[in-house]
């Protein structure tokens, strides 16, 4: 089945700590992107990429990071730099280019601090 | 960048036919209307996309008038299962990046 695989389900993180989420897609989508999304709240942008090799600031990048080295994956990582990395982070990813394009998401990762 | 308002939450029956509207005065000429409907600890999943007048699918219709300043998100026959939060948005689907995502609307289906 294709689809957007995120892992693990669950994650804990420790004071200075950087943990990293992982997002695999086989939807041969060129277009990434992770959110974050805080309890009652809507998405918030973090990082998306487009292509292979190539990323963007989203609206809250401060604190995390991301590579491209694959058009498969898009990893996250919430670096101690983030203060206040508790919340739910979906990584999802559409076509390129073309109007009307949907988003695909994956099931989500929970993040929470130790 | 147009912005969405849809209310905060609603409540229906089972088998009753629910309608979510959407307001968005600042909609640009290119930009589409998009419903996603996302389940506790779950990712948002697609519904509907439409631009103008009337789309159908197999889950829901979408409605927008010729002004394109609002949108209804219409369930046909809901069921406990369609209790979710739905999110309206709006925006140049060649530039997912600049979707501004509300709170959306919580529906809750009641016996």
């Known amino acids: 089945d294709g689809g957007i695989t995120q892992s693990p389900k669950y994650l804990f993180r420790k004071e200075g700590q950087n943990v990293t989420l992982s997002c695999e897609q086989n939807l041969n989508h060129d277009a990434m992107y992770w959110y974050r999304q805080d309890p009652g709240q809507g998405l918030r942008l973090i990082y998306y990429?487009?292509?292979?090799?190539?990323?963007q600031k989203g609206d809250i990048a401060e604190g995390y990071s991301v590579s491209r080295e694959k058009k498969e994956s898009f990893p996250l990582t919430v670096t101690s730099a983030q203060k206040n990395p508790t919340a739910f982070y979906l990584c999802?990813?559409?076509?390129?280019?073309?109007?009307?394009?949907?988003?695909?998401f994956g099931s989500g990762t929970q993040l929470s601090v130790l | 960048l147009a912005k969405t308002t849809q209310p905060i939450s609603m409540d229906s029956y089972e088998g009753q036919e629910v309608n979510i509207t959407c307001s968005h005065n600042n909609i640009a000429t290119n930009d589409y209307i998009t419903w996603y409907q996302q389940f506790p600890s779950q990712g948002p999943r697609f519904i509907i996309q439409?631009?103008?007048?009337?789309v159908t699918n197999e889950v829901a219709s979408l409605f927008i008038p010729a002004d394109r300043k609002s949108s209804t998100l219409s369930l046909p026959r809901v069921s406990l299962s369609d209790t979710a939060v739905y999110y309206c948005l709006v925006g140049d689907m060649d530039s997912n990046y600049q979707l501004i995502w509300g709170a959306g609307t919580k529906l809750i289906i009641k016996p």
């Open positions: 439409g631009y103008k007048t009337k």
């Open positions: 999802a990813s559409s076509i390129v280019p073309g109007p009307g394009r949907k988003l695909f």
């Open positions: 990429s487009q292509i292979v090799n190539d990323f």
